[in-house]
Structure formats: C-alpha cells, structure tokens
C-alpha cells in the first residue's frame, strides 16, 4: 500500500517575502532512504506554499500516490526498488510534472530522465535551499529546471561524444533541424533552464517574441514540450 500522507509536526515558516501571493503546491515525494525521505519531506513542508501530501518508498507507490492524491508535482529519486525513477517518471509525467531530485548525475541518467519525461533534475549535494524551491515551482508551472551541475554534465558529454569522432561529428557539425541562428541561440538558454521572460532579457526581445522562437523550435524538432526539447537538444 502507499505510505502516509504528510510529516507530522512540520511547521512553515514563510520563505517568500512578507506580503507576496504564493500558490499552494502538493506534492509527492518518493525516494527509498528514509533518511533522505523525512528530511526532504520536514524541509519541503516548512516552504510557505508547499504542501507534502504524499511519501513514498519507491517508483510503485510514487505512481500509486500520484493516482490517488493528483498532486501539481511529483519529486523522485532515480535509483529505488520496485519501480525505479525513470521508470516511475514514464507513467506520472503523462499527467503530473516530475522533478528528478537524487544523488544520481551520470549523463545518462540524466539525459534517460528528460526522456522520460521528467522536467528538471536537481542533484541532492548540490542545491541551495533557493534553488530547490525555484527548480519546484518552475516545473509545476510547466518550465524546465536543470541544477547547472546537470547541464554542464549534459554539455560535456555531448562536446566528449563528437569529439570521439561519432557519425554525425565525422559528417558535419552538430544536428541543428532547421533552426535560425537565433533560434539554436533561444534553445541554448532554454538548454540552460532559463524561462521565455528570461530568455527575452538575456536575447534583448520581447516576451511574445521569444514565445514565436519557442514554437517554431518545437515544430521543427517535434516536440510538445520544453523537457522533450531540452533532452534531445543536448543528445545532439
């Protein structure tokens, strides 16, 4: 069966500033360390905004718990018995966001993540306190977050690969699909986690603007969604 709902005794001190609206997330947590699973559960819950509806023990009782409670986001470890992460990601991220938040960062890992539908992947000895909230709420919104340590991973890996001497390096530059100049410019930083709002400051152009680049992008790569982009961008 799945396991209980919400750590008790959690209190929640506000993180945002006094006065700023903040949108109630629930979220499911699944990771097979117990350690790991309450201390990740007691800090979430102490999140103005953030409600630890759900625990798991692993990838089954992760898709059970997100079945049963619908939460806006589901956070998973990679490696856990029964149904691992990846595989775990595969079923929920069809109807709920999932963010990979684990100790794993092989680039293979991670690049089978995003694959699989997962919209970030935050490496646990890694992140601030900031950045796990701002890695949860962009991906209940619909964005992509990757920890700078996962996309410098990624981008190596890729850069090693054609370096090798693989087929497509051996043949011309790196797969582009079609895409302008300022569009594989778009998708880089995209690449990197950015939002279209922050792409548009970084790009100096507006917000409607960057919004045409991004779904001239998916069309031309065949994508619905910016985690599909993201993975198969940097497997170029």
């Not at 006065?19 to 103005?48: C, H, K, S, W, Y």
């Amino acid at each position: 069966m799945s396991s209980t709902t919400e750590p008790d005794g959690a209190t929640r001190p506000p993180y945002d500033a006094p006065g700023d609206p903040v949108a109630e997330l629930r979220l499911v947590l699944a990771d097979d360390n117990p350690v790991v699973r309450t201390g990740m559960a007691n800090l979430l819950a102490t999140i103005d905004g953030l409600d630890v509806v759900g625990v798991a023990r692993d990838g089954r009782e992760a898709i059970e718990l997100v079945e049963q409670l619908h939460p806006d986001l589901a956070l998973l470890d990679v490696r856990m018995p029964q149904v691992d992460g990846i595989a775990a990601a595969q079923h929920i991220a069809a109807t709920v966001p999932v963010l990979m938040l684990t100790h794993s960062d092989e680039p293979e890992v991670i690049a089978a993540a995003l694959a699989a539908g997962a919209r970030g992947f935050v490496v646990h000895s890694e992140f601030a306190i900031d950045e796990l909230v701002a890695a949860v709420r962009t991906v209940a919104a619909g964005g992509v977050h990757l920890s700078p340590s996962a996309g410098a991973i990624l981008a190596g890996a890729a850069a090693l690969s054609m370096a090798g001497g693989n087929a497509s390096a051996a043949t011309g530059p790196a797969q582009t699909w079609g895409l302008s100049v300022r569009e594989q410019e778009v998708m880089d930083l995209i690449a990197e986690g950015l939002t279209n709002s922050q792409v548009a400051s970084r790009c100096y152009l507006s917000e409607k603007t960057v919004k045409n680049h991004v779904n001239r992008i998916f069309a031309k790569l065949g994508v619905t969604s910016r985690a599909e982009a993201v993975s198969l961008w940097l497997r170029r």
